[in-house]
């Protein structure tokens, strides 16, 4: 593979020589094989919200999760058992039977 530019060895002489770049060796990578795992429900979840908040899909919060819902962008929505506010989980169970 050839340089875009040449290597100059520089030295405390004003004479600057090219010197060709060292030939990097082809080095054949094999991939990592892939293990596969067997997922509870739960670890499931987790892993898509993990990669949801990743990729800036997540939408947080009554207001964020109101607004999704409504707009029929949501493919899941998660409310957690321990929301104390009734009126709340009316509001999202609602939405989510739209």
């Given at each position: 593979?050839?340089?875009p530019?040449?290597l100059?060895?520089?030295?405390?002489?004003?004479?600057?020589?090219?010197?060709?770049?060292?030939?990097?060796?082809?080095?054949a990578?094999?991939?990592?094989?892939?293990v596969?795992e067997?997922?509870?429900?739960?670890?499931s979840?987790?892993?898509v919200?993990?990669?949801?908040?990743?990729?800036?899909?997540?939408?947080?919060?009554?207001?964020?999760c109101?607004?999704?819902?409504?707009?029929r962008?949501?493919?899941?929505?998660?409310?957690?058992?321990?929301?104390?506010?009734?009126?709340?989980v009316r509001?999202?169970e609602?939405?989510?039977?739209?």
């Amino acid at each position: 593979k050839s340089q875009p530019f040449p290597l100059l060895k520089m030295s405390a002489e004003e004479n600057q020589t090219p010197v060709e770049a060292p030939a990097a060796e082809a080095v054949a990578e094999t991939p990592a094989p892939v293990v596969e795992e067997e997922l509870s429900l739960l670890d499931s979840v987790k892993e898509v919200l993990k990669q949801a908040r990743m990729h800036g899909g997540l939408k947080k919060g009554i207001h964020e999760c109101c607004k999704a819902l409504d707009k029929r962008a949501a493919f899941l929505c998660v409310l957690a058992t321990n929301c104390s506010e009734p009126a709340y989980v009316r509001l999202i169970e609602a939405l989510c039977k739209e």
